[in-house]
């Protein structure tokens, strides 16, 4: 098992489920635009809620909730 790799944006703190390259994810060959559609499907798949562009990555992360203590 590997550890967790984490992301904080905005106060919130993130679990990395996947990361890219952005290539993988240009529409044209010789263009920059990346294909909305295809991250929008790797996010659904991979459960996330985030997309995060970090350090030349595309970074598919889920929020890690506080936790809720019950008396």
Known sequence: ?????LVRMND???????????VQFI???NGNRLNQKLI???VHYLGGDKVVRKMDR???CKLIEDATIIE
């Open 40 to 42: 929008g499907m790797w």
């Open 27 to 29: 529409t044209e060959p």
């Open 12 to 22: 919130e703190l993130y679990e990395v489920l996947r990361d890219f390259n952005p």
């Open 58 to 60: 595309i970074l598919i």
């Open 1 to 5: 098992m590997r550890p967790l790799d």
